[in-house]
């Protein structure tokens, strides 16, 4: 019985002394971030990524039930995709993206398809050619587009067979850099 309780005694031990040192380093970096400031700095970058993915849905939300209308660019004549993904941004973040929705896929920043957030771009093949068609992704599996004519801007599912064959990628729009052409107003 001692044979077995020393070691274990021994390990509890070790086990101890080597993991105080661990707690007392992680409070003193949770001490050094909150004197600089470190922990409202990621607190103020979270609130405005949260601020600008709520505005991006809530304006693309905004476009439901507006007609598509090929080469479309604005909501009281009629949106294409594109148009659609280009008044989104430019609507509510200032930023005037590229027209076509090609030129959208190579104007932003390539991410895999389980990075999407709400605000980002998915880009299907629906005319045998990449990148032909664009929404935006609001999350859960869906996204708001201007799909065709005699339809109007609507939302669907990412998940549905059609659009699951059709997936060509996903975008994120990053401001400051090609993504954006300029602000609005330039």
């Not at 979270?46 to 993915?53: F, G, I, K, P």
């Not at 093949?125 to 068609?133: G, L």
Request: net charge positive.
């Amino acid at each position: 019985m001692r044979f077995i309780v020393l070691p274990v005694l021994l390990l509890a031990v070790c086990t101890t002394a080597i993991a105080a040192p661990q707690i007392e380093r992680n409070d003193e970096i949770g001490r050094l971030m909150v004197d600089q400031g470190l922990i409202a700095q990621l607190e103020q970058v979270r609130q405005t990524v949260t601020d600008r993915t709520s505005v991006l849905v809530t304006g693309a939300l905004g476009f439901l039930g507006v007609p598509y209308r090929r080469g479309g660019n604005t909501a009281e004549t009629g949106l294409d995709c594109s148009g659609l993904v280009r008044a989104v941004y430019n609507q509510t973040l200032g930023l005037v993206l590229p027209r076509r929705a090609e030129e959208q896929a190579a104007a932003t920043e390539k991410i895999d398809r389980s990075e999407l957030k709400p605000g980002d771009l998915v880009f299907f093949n629906t005319m045998r050619r990449a990148f032909s068609h664009v929404g935006v992704y609001i999350g859960d599996g869906k996204f708001v587009h201007a799909p065709r004519t005699g339809a109007s801007v609507r939302i669907e599912d990412m998940n549905g067979s059609y659009w699951q064959r059709r997936f060509n990628g996903a975008r994120r729009v990053v401001a400051g850099g090609d993504a954006a052409a300029a602000p609005a107003g330039e």
